[in-house]
């Protein structure tokens, strides 16, 4: 599994979720997450200040088990770090999610219960 940055040139129009990331097709910021040489899903982040970034979206297929989740927010967490990212930032309330976030010691804001922050 990878993550590429999304390009003008890649054919969105089959994907199950290309309304989604139309939108974005331009943004430097935008990621295509690829399985096989197959798009499963698309990553957006947002710079939030100089060394600061927010998962803003996070669209995958049906995942084939719970490790591949696991893998691709490895994944997103080696990334941002090569940006020279200081923190990433996830927004959600998705039990889940924050489960998973916590075991990846992503730490909860005191001031907004549903964002974590995770500090490089």
Do not use: C
Not at 48 to 64: C, E, G, M, R
Not at 87 to 100: G, S
């Amino acid at each position: 599994m990878i993550i590429t940055q999304l390009k003008q040139a890649d054919d969105l129009s089959n994907l199950p979720f290309a309304r989604h990331i139309e939108e974005h097709k331009t943004d430097p910021l935008t990621f295509l997450i690829k399985d096989d040489g197959q798009i499963i899903g698309f990553i957006k982040l947002q710079k939030t200040a100089q060394n600061s970034y927010q998962l803003a979206k996070f669209v995958i297929n049906q995942p084939d088990n719970p490790e591949q989740v696991l893998d691709l927010f490895y994944h997103i967490l080696v990334m941002v770090g090569k940006k020279g990212a200081r923190e990433l930032f996830v927004e959600t309330d998705q039990a889940p999610l924050i489960d998973l976030l916590t075991w990846l010691n992503f730490n909860q804001d005191r001031e907004d219960s549903k964002r974590y922050s995770y500090t490089y």
